[in-house]
């Protein structure tokens, strides 16, 4: 599993909370110090969290499951949905659809009307309609796209959340916690680490501590993908043997048959 350090975190700045004024009182356990009004997160706690949060996600990953990406402030998008790209896993990053997961059903049928457009626009039959027809049908994709791009190949609901900011998204949290999901999700000072599955104490605001704890959690799930991988290949192999050592038995008890 992929390790980080302590100066790593340091220098991204994650141990950062808010005002000691808008803290929340079950962060507690998770902060070291005040220091100039501001709280200090304890990032001896955050790599306890990260290496227990990043094995469990491993572990989801392998078994063939997807994480979904959720996070919508501006300062986390960017790094979300490059991360979630690369890893071919679901990601929201425009805004929380409001049943995205409770009501998935319904988001399915967007999907499915989202890619008739898009078959739609590569057919010859689309540039025969009027500009006015094709600029709305251009309309519509784009909309639905900003939305549920992320999700676009997302056929079955994720096995769990990596979260940025519980605070901020906490639809999408309680529309997990209603269906069971796991959530795994990065808490500052002011958020409430019990609101979810797998709290993650640190700074969730700053674009350094947002992508050092995001690399970590894609780590985790490359690994998770890689081992997959190799688990699936090995079984390959194993079975090839098989199939193998069956057809030399056979040839040879055809053989010994010959003999008599």
Same mark, same amino acid.
């Given at each position: 599993?992929?390790?980080?350090?302590?100066?790593?975190?340091?220098?991204?700045?994650?141990?950062?909370?808010? !005002?000691?004024?808008?803290?929340? $009182?079950?962060?507690? $356990?998770?902060?070291?110090?005040?220091?100039?009004?501001?709280?200090? *997160?304890?990032?001896?706690?955050?790599?306890?969290?990260?290496?227990?949060?990043?094995?469990? *996600?491993?572990?989801?990953?392998?078994?063939?499951?997807?994480?979904?990406?959720?996070?919508?402030?501006?300062?986390?998008?960017?790094?979300?949905?490059?991360?979630?790209?690369?890893?071919?896993?679901?990601?929201?990053?425009?805004?929380?659809?409001?049943?995205?997961?409770?009501?998935?059903?319904?988001?399915?049928?967007?999907?499915?009307?989202?890619?008739?457009?898009?078959?739609?626009?590569?057919?010859?039959?689309?540039?025969?309609?009027?500009?006015?027809?094709?600029?709305?049908?251009?309309?519509?994709?784009?909309?639905?796209?900003?939305?549920?791009?992320?999700?676009?190949?997302?056929?079955?609901?994720?096995?769990?959340?990596?979260?940025?900011?519980?605070?901020?998204?906490?639809?999408?949290?309680?529309?997990?916690?209603? !269906?069971?999901?796991?959530?795994?999700?990065?808490?500052?000072?002011?958020?409430?680490?019990?609101?979810?599955?797998?709290?993650?104490?640190?700074?969730?605001?700053?674009?350094?501590?947002?992508?050092?704890?995001?690399?970590?959690?894609?780590?985790?799930?490359?690994?998770?993908?890689?081992?997959?991988?190799?688990?699936?290949?090995?079984?390959?192999?194993?079975?090839?043997?098989?199939?193998?050592?069956?057809?030399?038995?056979?040839?040879?008890?055809?053989?010994?048959?010959?003999?008599?």
């Amino acid at each position: 599993m992929a390790k980080v350090t302590y100066k790593e975190l340091l220098d991204a700045g994650v141990h950062f909370g808010h !005002l000691t004024r808008k803290w929340d $009182p079950r962060m507690a $356990p998770y902060i070291f110090m005040e220091k100039s009004g501001i709280h200090i *997160i304890d990032l001896n706690k955050t790599i306890a969290c990260l290496e227990q949060s990043s094995e469990m *996600i491993k572990s989801i990953v392998k078994s063939g499951r997807k994480i979904m990406f959720v996070a919508t402030k501006k300062q986390a998008k960017e790094i979300v949905a490059t991360e979630a790209k690369a890893l071919n896993m679901p990601y929201a990053t425009e805004r929380w659809l409001g049943g995205m997961l409770t009501n998935f059903a319904t988001v399915r049928k967007s999907l499915k009307k989202m890619a008739s457009m898009d078959k739609l626009m590569k057919d010859e039959a689309y540039l025969n309609l009027a500009k006015r027809e094709r600029l709305m049908v251009q309309r519509d994709k784009e909309k639905l796209e900003r939305v549920l791009g992320g999700i676009a190949d997302l056929t079955r609901l994720p096995a769990a959340l990596f979260v940025i900011d519980v605070k901020k998204e906490h639809i999408a949290v309680a529309e997990a916690k209603k !269906l069971g999901i796991p959530v795994f999700g990065v808490v500052d000072t002011n958020s409430n680490p019990e609101s979810i599955d797998y709290a993650i104490p640190g700074n969730d605001d700053a674009y350094k501590s947002i992508l050092a704890v995001t690399k970590v959690i894609s780590g985790a799930i490359e690994e998770g993908l890689q081992e997959r991988k190799k688990a699936k290949e090995d079984q390959k192999h194993e079975e090839a043997a098989a199939a193998k050592k069956a057809v030399d038995e056979k040839t040879e008890e055809s053989v010994s048959e010959e003999k008599k």
